[in-house]
């Protein structure tokens, strides 16, 4: 299970995304500002690439509050992510 404190502090997605992984199933959060408004983006892939490699038809995002709850629902959301697709987190390594 993911837990909030895993996730860092929300100073530190003032600068750049968090990555990390659970069980097969990547995952990053990122802070993104789109029409004056400031949220925190997450999104959820498959392993065994990197975001940047993985192909976008795999990711699943979700936008969150850019707050401290935000980043608890963030944790939520991952970990539901986690436990709805468990075929797709097996590794094909």
Known sequence: MIKRNELLTLNFYKKEPFTGSYHGMRYRIEKMEEDGS???????YPQPFCFTATDNSLKTFEKFDFSEQGLCDAADW??????????KWKSTC
């Open 38 to 44: 400031v949220f925190l983006l997450a999104a959820t």
């Open 78 to 87: 991952l970990n539901t992510q986690y436990e709805n697709n468990p075929e």
